[in-house]
């Protein structure tokens, strides 16, 4: 069955850097696009970023566009989130999503994963 | 900026029917907006609901249906049951590979 699974997250002082990571298995990972999408504390759910099932086309939230990379091994079948210059802000649990396959590309997702929480803390 | 508008706040009658609706700051959703809900209980994963406007991710009763009514989105969930108290969130596509959910709306049985 399909699965994903993050793993990275953890606790970091402000300005520094992280990178989450998210092993899929059990579909062929590189028909499907990837999604980050993450929640804060109490709030509702933000989306972050897509990087489509060709590898190439990735788009960003204004919110981390510039700050964070996301980028993918489909040898690895696994997606990574790259995050630098981390603020106070962008402490949330950390979900990644499988989006739309090659043949509709702008489906909403359909598998979560089990999240990975970031703490961005001094 | 456009914003995906949601009810803050939704009740309904065990047995009962509820509409959720997913609107846009400016303009009208359309199948175009690929929208999607998502059900969420405190302290769990999101679960994916409805995909592609009205496509039920395996696994999800049919109960719950997804449609446009008007100029939203709309996700109905019929003969509620005490354990669909939740927050349910829609997903709108907003083109130009950008994704914006909305606020979210907390719905309670009772």
């Known amino acids: 069955q399909v699965q994903l699974v993050e793993s990275g997250g953890g606790v970091v002082q402000p300005g520094r850097s992280l990178r989450l990571s998210c092993a899929a298995s059990g579909f062929t990972f590189s028909d499907y696009g990837m999604h980050w999408v993450r929640q804060a504390p109490g709030k509702g759910l933000e989306w972050m970023v897509i990087?489509?099932?060709?590898?190439?086309?990735?788009y960003y939230a204004d919110s981390v566009k510039g700050r964070f990379t996301i980028s993918r091994d489909n040898s690895k079948n696994t997606v990574y989130l790259e995050m630098n210059s981390l603020r106070v802000e962008d402490t949330a649990v950390y979900y990644c999503a499988r989006g739309g396959s090659v043949t509709n590309p702008r489906a909403g997702f359909d598998k979560w994963g089990q999240g990975t929480m970031v703490t961005v803390s001094s | 900026q456009t914003v995906v508008t949601q009810e803050p706040s939704f009740s309904v009658s065990p047995g009962g029917t509820v509409t959720l609706t997913c609107g846009l700051s400016?303009?009208?959703?359309?199948?175009?907006?690929?929208p999607s809900w998502y059900q969420q209980t405190p302290g769990q994963t999101p679960r994916t609901l409805i995909y592609n406007t009205n496509t039920r991710s395996s696994g999800v009763p049919d109960r719950f249906s997804g449609s446009i009514l008007g100029n939203k989105a709309a996700l109905t969930v019929t003969g509620a049951q005490a354990d669909d108290e939740s927050d349910y969130y829609c997903l709108l596509y907003l083109g130009s590979g950008i994704w914006v959910f909305g606020g979210g709306t907390k719905l309670t049985v009772l």
């Open positions: 400016s303009g009208s959703v359309s199948a175009n907006n690929y």
């Open positions: 990087l489509w099932y060709d590898g190439i086309n990735k």
